[in-house]
């Protein structure tokens, strides 16, 4: 099976601007989770998406923004970016069954991620 | 607040066995405990996951203590290609992970 995938790779925007991230799971998969890294504040938990529904939510303000396809492909938008926004945001795949029967967090597996740098 | 922790650093010697530590302080009692690993300029890789009892796969070892509060991820003959920050994971909360030099 290929991949979870992600574009682009890289991205240089300017504060106030705002960004969308793309990301493609593993066949099959229907939960895309979203991750911020950072040399300061590590793994970061975003947001995960189960069938175009967003199930469960980290403590991102709300300029951070996601979105789920039929497909199960998903989107994360950032909104107004700031100078701390500058980060590899990393998108995960799994089936979500796990979480759906009560037993917790999938296993996850990620893509390369998108290294977005803001001037 | 919910803490995922681990050490900074670690060293291990080639072929020698190696165990990571990861303290889980607020687990709740359905979720399991993962371990992936992140070499430079690579999404995180899955290594092994667990909810109770100990855990085998060819990767590695995860030992679970009994209350859950903590767990060991044991690698037993560390090869140069094991070099990597190794993270903990519970409840979508990853530990700052625990960067491992293995010396030839």
């Known amino acids: 099976k290929a991949g979870v995938t992600q574009t682009p790779r890289y991205l240089i925007k300017t504060r106030g601007q705002q960004v969308t991230l793309s990301c493609s799971p593993i066949?099959?998969?229907?939960?895309v989770s979203w991750y911020q890294q950072t040399p300061g504040q590590g793994l970061q938990f975003l947001f995960e998406y189960f069938s175009e529904t967003q199930r469960n939510k980290g403590n991102f303000p709300g300029r951070f923004s996601g979105r789920q396809f039929s497909n199960s492909r998903s989107e994360m938008n950032v909104s107004t970016l700031e100078l701390g926004d500058s980060a590899l945001y990393l998108c995960?795949?799994?089936?979500?069954?796990?979480?759906?029967?009560?037993?917790?967090?999938?296993?996850?597996?990620f893509g390369p991620g998108t290294r977005l740098t803001v001037l | 607040d919910a803490k995922t922790t681990q050490p900074n650093s670690m060293e291990s010697n080639e072929e020698e066995p190696v165990h990571l530590p990861c303290n889980h302080s607020t687990i709740s009692g359905t979720d399991y405990i993962h371990w992936y690993r992140q070499l430079p300029s690579q999404g995180p890789e899955y290594v092994i996951h667990?909810?109770?009892s100990n855990v085998n796969n060819r990767m590695a070892s995860l030992a679970i203590a009994e209350d859950r509060k903590s767990s060991t991820l044991i690698l037993h003959r560390a090869t140069l290609r094991d070099a990597a920050v190794y993270y903990c994971?519970?409840?979508?909360?990853f530990g700052a992970g625990t960067r491992l030099t293995v010396k030839p």
């Open positions: 994971m519970n409840d979508m909360r």
């Open positions: 667990g909810l109770t």
């Open positions: 066949s099959g998969h229907r939960s």
């Open positions: 995960a795949s799994s089936s979500g069954e796990t979480w759906t029967l009560g037993g917790g967090t999938d296993t996850q597996y």
